[in-house]
């Protein structure tokens, strides 16, 4: 059973910085591409980062140059390293592992920026 447990979350005042982190277990090889994505209240979920096994990334563009996602593909692990957060980052953030056949989700973290 493929497993993804993220850690990482929590309060921090605006400005400040944290550090998610995601790690998979129960998976046969690597995946495609890890990613994290997050839902703030009442919102859809949305793509915040992605790196792929290739080393290749790509961000949204509120997080552009304030966020960078990072791991090891062959460990499966990813983290997001966040500086400069504003209120409008709070969310619960999610960590993705997509094979070639599907997706799999942790439980999520909730990071809370305060004003």
């Known amino acids: 059973q493929v497993q993804l447990v993220e850690s990482g979350g929590g309060l921090v005042r605006a400005g400040g910085s944290l550090k998610l982190s995601c790690a998979a277990s129960g998976i046969l090889g690597s995946f495609v591409a890890m990613a994290w994505y997050r839902q703030a209240p009442g919102k859809q979920r949305e793509l915040v980062a992605t790196?792929?096994?290739?080393?290749?990334?790509t961000y949204a563009d509120f997080v552009k140059g304030r966020f960078a996602i990072s791991g090891d593909s062959g460990q499966n692990t990813a983290y997001l390293q966040m500086n400069s957060l504003k209120p409008e980052d709070t969310a619960v953030y999610y960590c993705?592992?997509?094979?070639?056949?599907?997706?799999?989700w942790g439980q999520g973290t909730q990071v809370t920026v305060s004003s």
């Open positions: 790196k792929t096994s290739g080393e290749r990334t």
């Open positions: 993705n592992g997509r094979t070639s056949l599907k997706d799999f």
